[in-house]
């Protein structure tokens, strides 16, 4: 990687391998971006935030803390970093610090939709429905008000993160016995489903 542009090429690479479920390559191309450009913020932060991934997925979730550790002594307001924390938390079972981390990452974007919707789900699981049920409605506006670019960003068509936010309402308004609620998200989700993403009047 002799210029600029080539670890930019790489880092894309790398994100590209991971996306495609080739943990290993992809782990061993956003080393080589780390390795070296390890003082650009730019390169560095999205690449230590999608190793984190890769091993979180690959089953090293303590690996992919120690990169989100060092992705934020390098960028301290990266929320995509704090989202990996969030995640790897959640996969070693630490609710509670998984929720935190999701926090951070939504004090940093206010609209990171993963966090918000992940946050959501460790709510659920920390039996804290009502608050769950906030987050995901949040959720929904971030979804239906974001631009094409958003979307993609955030891994998703806006009809695939719809049903699965709905769906993730639908459980709590059940849990909680709110079931006026959840009739109108269910009826929200058959729109949805049928391909109408018009939001209710």
Known sequence: MDTPGDAKAELERGIQLVKDGD????????????????DDRELVAPARSWL???????GDPEGALRE???????????????YACGV???KMGELERARDAFTKAIECDPRH????????QVLRDLDDDRAAIDDLGRTIECIETADEATLASWGGDRRALLLR?????????DDLGLHEE???????YDQVFAGDMRPPE
């Open 182 to 188: 959840a009739t109108r998200d269910r009826a929200r």
């Open 23 to 38: 943990l290993e390559g992809g782990i061993e191309v956003l080393r080589s971006v780390v390795s070296a450009a390890p």
């Open 113 to 120: 939709l993963k966090s918000l919707q992940w946050r959501a």
């Open 52 to 58: 984190a991934h890769a091993l979180t997925r690959s």
């Open 165 to 173: 936010t709905l769906s993730l309402r639908i459980q709590a308004y």
């Open 88 to 90: 790897a938390w959640h």
């Open 68 to 82: 989100c550790e060092l992705g934020l002594a390098l960028d301290p307001d990266d929320p995509w970093l704090y």
